[in-house]
């Protein structure tokens, strides 16, 4: 009777040691948002990432370029200079000015003190912030055009930006979901011989029109853009408003040249080289030191 109880014992613990012996069950890694069990995206977070629409084809979707659609007046693809032919200063677009509130009649007399003294005013563009629209129109570099049904393209030689026209019919993006940037949301649509574009939603971070004049969120322009008969010159009536930062409306009309003969550089905008630059304000700096120097 003792040996069975033994044997019974025995039996007992060497299943309890087996039991014991036998690795812990991990529980297996919680798999993240947005992924698969295999390591990879799902289509939500793919759709995301990709900036996906919702309820229209983008741009370049073979069925929205294949849309039947009236034929366009006019065909801006090629490469566009702003024409200097008047005088240099035609790049500004001003004056005349608009009746400024207080940060634009700030910034005009604080330019002008600079002009005096022969130093830089808000050169953030030196320091390689964007140019912005609109002033990245009137920049002194060549503009390659491409023109698609559904869309204009602008590659800008100075610092290789880049603008988009929408001509597809969308509309302009929800407020509470836009994304401000420096050359806005630009829906733009056929009217007669003309093309009028409406561009909203600008970033207002270090963001300036001719001599450092400011905007805010609330500034917004009508492009109204014509060609000539022989397709040699572009002109654009801007009509600018900014509630925040002036009265009524900014008027200023600029035209291009057609530039058969040129392309676009790759051009990339470096803080180290630029700070060498006499029309920065680091430049300037340098320049100072190396007169004191002598």
């Known amino acids: 009777m003792r040996l069975k109880y033994l044997a019974c ?23 993240p948002a947005g992924r698969t069990a295999g390591g990879g995206i799902t289509q939500d977070r793919e759709d995301e990432l990709a900036q996906k629409h919702d309820g229209y084809y983008g741009a370049l979707a073979p069925q929205n370029l294949a849309k039947p659609r009236p034929k366009p007046p006019f065909d801006l693809t ?8 008047r005088s240099f200063a035609d790049f500004r677009f001003g004056p005349p000015y608009p009746e400024f509130n207080e940060p634009g009649q700030t910034a005009l007399r604080e330019a002008e003190e600079a002009r005096r003294k022969n130093v830089p005013y808000r050169d953030v563009i030196g320091q390689c912030f964007p140019a912005g629209m609109p002033m990245i129109m009137t920049r002194v ?33 929800d407020p509470d979901t836009a994304v401000y940037t420096y050359n806005g949301e630009s ?32 500034f917004e322009m009508t492009e109204r853009i014509t060609l000539s008969k ?12 900014d509630p925040q930062m002036w009265k009524g409306e900014w008027k200023s009309s600029k035209s291009w040249l057609r530039q058969d003969y040129s392309d676009i550089p790759e051009a990339e905008c470096l803080p180290n080289l630029n700070q060498n630059l006499p029309s920065t304000a680091a430049g300037q700096q340098a320049v100072d030191e190396r007169a004191k120097s002598n």
């Open 9 to 31: 014992m025995s039996a007992l613990l060497m299943s309890t040691l087996a039991i014991a012996q036998q690795p812990a069950t991990v529980p297996a890694p919680a798999v």
């Open 78 to 85: 090629g490469t566009w200079f702003i024409d200097l032919r």
């Open 141 to 173: 570099w060549p503009i390659n055009m491409i023109q698609l049904p559904t869309a204009i393209y602008m590659l800008f030689g100075f610092t290789n930006s880049m603008r988009f026209i929408y001509l597809d019919g969308r509309p302009h993006t």
């Open 187 to 218: 829906i733009g649509k056929w009217e007669g011989d003309a093309l009028v574009v409406n561009t909203k939603y600008f970033e207002k971070n270090q963001h300036y029109i001719d001599s450092g004049i400011p905007i805010s969120e609330e």
């Open 230 to 241: 022989d397709g040699m010159r572009l002109t654009i009536d801007y009509s600018m408003t």
